[in-house]
């Protein structure tokens, strides 16, 4: 959502009656590479861009095809090959070993292009779905159109291609089911092919801090790298004022108005007394959050259990499945910027479902499920 944002501002800026813009948008992944299905590039046609479709080796080409499409106002869909040993192919040898099918679609000042349709999403919290038709013959002449899924009704009013829509409405309740993106196939009642790329676009991930020690601040400072909102829970009168400027929102911790956490928000409780972390502990587990860290030993969380189990409150398997402490991935972290460190990559492991591995060990590709 980091690089959507990012893009969204920019296009935000564009005076379109002395420039003109394209999006390049990964529409489909076979194999490997750098970027994921969803990586995009917003595109000028004096040649500045910002974003990215990979790790800079096809961002040249890509440059081309993009002001190409701004010339002639017309989307295209470019496959870049990095398995072929043909010298003629863009991005042979690059290593990547991958197919990637790249839109490239000219913007305008309306409201159904693409990053209009996305600048809808950036406060969402509930994933959505964006449906873009990657490739169609020239009589289907839908080839870049863009429909944000709304509801059922919606969908089947307002996507393109009529007499497949509700082939595609399957897809999209699938896709959402699994909240992972698909790129596929369909064809039309007059045999026609039509590629369909149905992305899903998450929530931002929402860290929620309860205290107000130094260690705060690089925790805060990391997630917001990462994109992250950030919320923190303290005792105002004492937080430095550079708090306010770097975390999303500040909130006193004795104040009536409480963060708003659902099941794309993570927690930790960092307050380093261990009656304000037991209290806030036991009020939070009532929330949706799949994760609440905990700073100290394993001990201290212990103390905490048997203490919820004598108030006849024990902790069920499922909580404890959403507690971490100590908090952090095992990297070896000691000093407050690398603690926070080992804190975010665990947060985004569990967000993703994946252990927290060298990638080294992992079998198949980096993308894959």
Not at 90 to 102: E, F, P, Q, S
Not at 301 to 325: H, L, P, Q, W
């Amino acid at each position: 959502m980091k690089e959507i944002k990012s893009i969204i501002h920019a296009y935000n800026t564009i005076d379109f009656s002395h420039t003109k813009a394209a999006l390049a948008t990964v529409a489909r992944v076979e194999g490997s590479s750098y970027r994921r299905t969803g990586a995009r590039m917003l595109v000028l046609d004096n040649g500045t861009y910002l974003g990215g479709i990979s790790g800079g080796c096809l961002e040249g080409d890509a440059l081309r095809r993009a002001q190409k499409a701004i010339i002639q106002d017309k989307p295209s869909i470019i496959t870049y090959d990095t398995t072929q040993d043909d010298g003629a192919q863009i991005g042979v040898g690059l290593g990547c070993n991958g197919i990637i099918d790249v839109l490239f679609t000219p913007l305008h000042a309306d409201e159904n292009n693409p990053v209009k349709i996305l600048s809808r999403l950036t406060e969402t919290r509930e994933p959505r779905v964006v449906v873009a038709i990657t490739n169609c013959s020239d009589s289907i002449n839908a080839l870049g159109k863009t429909t944000l899924y709304e509801n059922d009704e919606q969908f089947l009013k307002s996507f393109p291609v009529s007499d497949i829509a509700t082939k595609v409405l399957n897809d999209i309740k699938h896709s959402l089911d699994n909240q992972s993106s698909a790129t596929l196939n369909y064809c039309t009642q007059q045999n026609e092919e039509i590629k369909i790329f149905i992305e899903v676009i998450l929530p931002v991930m929402h860290l929620v801090l309860y205290g107000g020690g130094y260690d705060v601040y690089p925790l805060v400072r990391i997630a917001r790298e990462l994109g992250w909102n950030v919320t923190v829970v303290t005792n105002i009168n004492k937080a430095d004022k550079s708090l306010f400027a770097i975390a999303t929102e500040v909130l006193h911790n004795k104040g009536e108005q409480q963060p708003v956490i659902d099941n794309y928000s993570a927690i930790v409780l960092m307050a380093h007394d261990y009656k304000t972390d037991f209290n806030n502990l036991q009020r939070l587990l009532e929330t949706q959050t799949r994760y609440i860290g905990l700073l100290g030993p394993k001990k201290r969380t212990k103390k905490m259990f048997d203490a919820m189990m004598k108030e006849g409150n024990a902790v069920s398997e499922e909580n404890m499945e959403r507690i971490y402490s100590p908090a952090g991935l095992d990297i070896g972290a000691a000093t407050p910027e690398e603690i926070a460190l080992s804190i975010c990559a665990e947060i985004k492991s569990v967000f993703a479902n994946r252990n927290g591995m060298s990638l080294r060990l992992r079998e198949g590709t980096i993308y894959g499920n």
